[in-house]
């Protein structure tokens, strides 16, 4: 047999299957799959780039089945249960083809398994490798061949047997205001879940990304290191089995999450799966970010490699208080402070309802008259007469009770029709059903109604604010309740396809009660992410530093706040909140306006300051320095390094002062190794008062080899030195290195 199928513009050669080793391989990684015709398909090897014989010889094989199912495989973790119209719910996987080319410029290899016992049900096995970076991709597709219904009880992705027994878990919890906290822990015996079960917020409570060491220990570097995560929407399912089960010692697996999301697939219909991405390094987990990061900018995040402005959101300033004095104010000061976009939040909307709180008017996309009676035009003009472009924050997938379009279509929204739902946010908010088309228009003539009367709205903030609470869709029928989970995350996708077709250019953020949804799914779509709603720049710097994990620099968010946090009640000095903001996309979130004159003039200098360090910051490789989970150290320290290494930015932060502290050493790390570098302090506290390390010119070897030591991260002021209008604490010091290679 052999036969050429064109699949998406691509060549896969189908080959003639004896007992045969398939390899796919990035620049440095190797993945090896044994393919038997009529026999299961087994899974061999994931690491460093080798030569297959010397992978098989050294004995850093496993064999393990590649997709265990419910049928053959029932006391051993399985990835996949189907249950036919009958009920027989096993299956017998067996491979009847292998095809191997280039799609899209990626090399893949898919092996397609035919269920034996029903022979209509095909599972293809798709791994795929980019040849620029170490990223390779997993997925499967169900094919229901038949002409009635199977349904699918679970349907992984991936799974990835791993050859350790000793391996350690990175992974992020949190909520909102909490995002992304980051634990390190071993991976004990037994089974370890990481999961969510809702199609909106995906990634409240879990994040659908985890690094695992796999030496006992997880280290920046000198460590070996597989990262994942999962490319999608909806809920997810990460399984981590430790245990004898297996014949590999660690067995992950992840997809789709299987509860309460049994999926009817329909005779001569076939579903996807989402895909989940992986890097393999023996470079420690430093290198496994830095390889997700490149990854992003340049095959996954929209528009990656673009620069991404400096704004001003309005809603820690002035939140529902939307009124053309307030917002007025805020645009004419941000553009004194060098600020390049202004966004208008929540509360500009509601032509019967005006939106003055979170209880009322999502659905009614028409201005508040009785808050802006000349509506957004006028504030548009004044944006651009500043120089600066526009954005709108908009919620497009909710309602509230109180609104017209609820008055008019109560069966849009989620919920059971014979019990009272459970509201979300200010009592009365719901989510709209995206199963039901008409719902599909209304959600992207928002968009579209939005861009068509202002063609000049450069950036919207896409917001949602609400979990799935409810279930049941009043659009799907009762038989197809199970499909809900991933018909809606599919019908998301369409939307949000729809409107990128019509306005590729226009620049959304994504937003969830701040990052509950950090998700590599929406990225294609979206060009930033609002990595937290916390305003407490300490806090920040813990939730920043757990996202930049996984997600890069130019993707997250940050935004200065006011002095005095709401919600830690910390108050934390301009410098440092402005320093926290600066590791990622810069922006700021309060009324400029409250600012004292000394603190103006370090807004403006910052804002001046970050704008020459942005390409460095936005596109350059992260090196982590010192963690702020290592709690003993209270010292926080990363750089970015750009790609051809001439420029890097080093950021320190010392969190709360203590008497007679240690002089912590900053080793650095990526710069060329055979080069000396010029320092410079990135917008010192006080003018014309650097650290006294900016000026000097240092060697490569030295600032990674010894490292530096910057006593003003330690120093209290001393006494008799009255605190300034720029710090009312000694806590929180920062300072911010830009490096400059001398040739
Ligand atoms: C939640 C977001 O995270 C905030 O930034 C803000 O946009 C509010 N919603 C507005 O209601």
């Known amino acids: ?154 349907y992984m992705s991936a799974v990835l047997p791993i050859q350790s027994d000793n391996c350690v878990l990175l992974h992020l919890d949190g909520s909102s205001k909490n995002e992304c906290n980051e634990h390190i822990e071993p991976l004990t015996n037994g089974v370890r879940v990481i999961s969510t079960q809702s199609l909106s917020q995906m990634a409240k409570y879990n994040n659908a990304s985890f690094m695992l060491g796999l030496d006992g220990r997880l280290e920046e570097t000198n460590c070996p290191v597989i990262a994942g995560s999962l490319i999608w929407m909806g809920n997810f399912h990460f399984e981590f089995h430790n245990t004898l089960q297996t014949t590999s010692p660690t067995l992950f697996m992840g997809g789709i999450n299987p509860a309460a999301s049994d999926y009817t697939l329909m005779g001569k219909r076939s579903l996807a799966t989402p895909e989940m991405v992986f890097t393999y390094t023996n470079n420690g987990k430093g290198e496994a970010t830095r390889t997700f990061h490149r990854w992003a900018r340049h095959h996954q995040l929209l528009d990656g490699t673009k620069e991404r402005e400096v704004l001003l959101n309005s809603w820690e300033g002035v939140h529902f208080d939307t009124t053309p004095e307030s917002l007025q104010g805020m645009v004419t000061d941000f553009a004194k402070l060098g600020g390049e976009m202004f966004v208008v939040d929540d509360g500009w909307f509601g032509p019967k309802y005006p939106r003055n709180n979170d209880k009322t008017s999502l659905g009614d996309w028409g201005i508040a008259k009785s808050k802006l009676p000349n509506g957004i035009r006028p504030l548009i003009d004044l944006t651009h007469k500043n120089g600066m472009k526009f954005g709108i924050w908009i919620e497009p997938e909710m309602v509230n009770v109180k609104s017209e379009l609820y008055e008019k279509h109560p069966d849009w929204v989620l919920r059971h029709p014979d019990f009272e739902p459970n509201y979300g946010r200010g009592g009365g908010q719901m989510l709209l059903d995206l199963t039901n088309p008409q719902v599909q228009d209304f959600v992207f003539k928002v968009v579209d109604d939005i861009l068509t009367e202002n063609p000049d709205v450069y950036y919207i903030k896409w917001d949602n604010n609400m979990g799935m609470r409810n279930a049941s869709s009043q659009y799907l029928p009762k038989a197809l309740q199970s499909n809900l989970q991933v018909d809606f995350t599919l019908a998301l ?226 006494s008799n030195v009255p605190l300034s209008e720029v710090r009312a604490t000694n806590d929180w010091r920062s300072v911010v290195l830009e490096l400059t290679e001398v040739k």
Not at 15 to 30: E, G, H, L
Not at 511 to 526: D, V
Not at 571 to 583: E, N, Q, Y
Request: glycine content about 6%.
């Open 1 to 154: 047999m052999k036969k050429t199928l064109l699949i998406l513009g691509a060549i896969l050669m189908a080959i003639a299957v004896q007992a045969k080793n398939y390899s796919i391989s990035t620049p440095n990684t190797t993945l090896i799959v044994t393919a038997t015709e009529g026999e299961p398909l087994l899974f061999r090897y994931y690491g460093a780039r080798a030569e297959m014989s010397d992978i098989f010889a050294a004995g850093r094989t496993v064999k393990q089945e590649a997709y265990p199912a419910y049928g053959t495989y029932c006391e051993k973790p399985f990835a996949s249960l189907v249950k036919q119209h009958d009920g027989d719910n096993a299956v017998n996987f067996v491979v009847e083809k292998v095809e191997q080319g280039t799609v899209d410029g990626l090399s893949k290899l898919t092996i397609s398994l035919r269920d034996t016992a029903h022979p209509t049900l095909l599972v293809k096995v798709n791994y795929s490798a980019y040849s620029d970076c170490d990223i390779v991709k997993m997925n499967t597709e169900y094919i229901n061949e038949g002409k009635r219904p199977v349904v699918l009880q679970k």
């Open 493 to 718: 996708e369409k939307i949000l396809k729809r409107i990128r077709a019509k306005y590729p250019k226009v620049v959304i953020q994504l937003c969830a009660s701040g990052g509950t949804r950090l998700n590599y799914g929406f990225m294609p779509y979206f060009q930033e992410m609002w990595t937290s709603d916390q305003t407490d720049a300490f806090h920040r710097i813990q939730i920043q530093w757990g996202a930049l994990n996984f997600y890069p620099s130019n993707m997250l968010a940050a935004h200065v706040g006011s002095a005095y946090s709401k919600y830690t009640q910390r108050l934390i000095p301009i410098k440092f909140r402005f320093d926290v903001a600066s590791m990622c996309r810069l922006g700021m979130e309060m009324v400029p306006a409250k600012l004292n004159p000394a603190e103006r003039e370090y807004a403006q200098r910052a804002i001046a300051e970050y704008k020459k360090i942005r390409p460095v910051v936005q596109q350059g490789d992260l090196y982590r320095l010192i963690s702020p989970y290592e709690g003993d150290k209270n010292l926080t320290s990363l750089m970015y390094v750009s790609e051809n290494k001439e420029k890097a930015v080093l950021f320190a932060y010392r969190h709360l002062i203590r008497e007679n502290l240690s002089q912590p050493i900053i080793r650095l790390q990526g710069l060329n190794p055979n080069a000396k570098y010029s320092i410079r302090e990135v917008a010192p506290e006080f003018v014309n008062k650097p650290v006294k390390i900016s000026g000097k010119t240092i060697s490569s070897k030295m600032l990674m080899e010894e490292g530096i030591v910057m006593p003003e991260l330690t120093n209290r002021y001393k």
